[in-house]
């Protein structure tokens, strides 16, 4: 099975993270930040993956670090369950419309970390959620994920509809390319023979 445990510890966030990606999308997330529950939630049942996260950070600082944290556990949970990566899409996309946004997400799980980030917030708060701790944490996933990600709103005004709209779109991207291709079996989806 494709799974993985991970558990990170510094000095502002304690954070675990518990993942399956031939799951259902079933998810227990609890990070202390109520929003970003709302998004990790939507990521893991739109990618189908279940998801266990804990996480407790300096909140009396701000969210940033138990967000960015988390980006980071989640990535490398992602990593090591994909293992050798044999026998997957690797690439995934998908075009999210929610109300007045539009979310488009393009994705190539290869080991080569890079963010194209083209998402505008008309505000700089959801609630008590700061908007750029969005950007943040799809670095961090990216980063210790090892994946390439490009992300781009096409339309919205709306900062809760963009930001959950970006969260699914990356979601249904990352299913297709976790998923295995059984034309591919035990095939390293590259001609370089590693990712």
């Not at 202390?32 to 993956?49: A, E, P, T, Y």
């Not at 988390?70 to 050798?84: F, V």
């Not at 210790?144 to 781009?152: A, E, N």
Request: a negative charge; one cysteine or more.
């Amino acid at each position: 099975m494709r799974v993985a445990k991970v558990s990170r510890s510094t000095a502002e966030t304690k954070i675990s993270v518990e993942i399956n990606l031939d799951g259902t999308g079933k998810y227990d997330n609890q990070t202390g930040v109520g929003f970003f529950d709302h998004m990790l939630d939507q990521l893991s049942r739109h990618s189908l993956i279940d998801m266990t996260i804990r996480a407790k950070g300096d909140y009396h600082i701000d969210d940033h670090h138990t967000v960015e944290d988390t980006g980071i556990a989640l990535g490398q949970a992602l990593a090591q369950a994909l293992g050798d990566k044999k026998g997957i899409r690797r690439y995934g996309e998908c075009h999210l419309p929610m109300d007045d946004a539009q979310v488009r997400a393009a994705l190539d799980l290869s080991a080569r970390p890079f963010l194209i980030w083209n998402v505008d917030f008309t505000a700089p708060k959801i609630g008590n959620f700061d908007t750029e701790l969005v950007r943040e944490f799809f670095q961090a996933l990216s980063t210790h994920g090892g994946i390439t990600l490009h992300v781009d709103q096409i339309h919205g005004f709306n900062a809760h509809h963009v930001a959950e709209a970006a969260f699914k779109a990356v979601a249904r991207a990352l299913r297709m390319a976790v998923e295995t291709d059984p034309r591919m079996a035990d095939i390293l989806p590259s001609t370089k023979g590693a990712l």
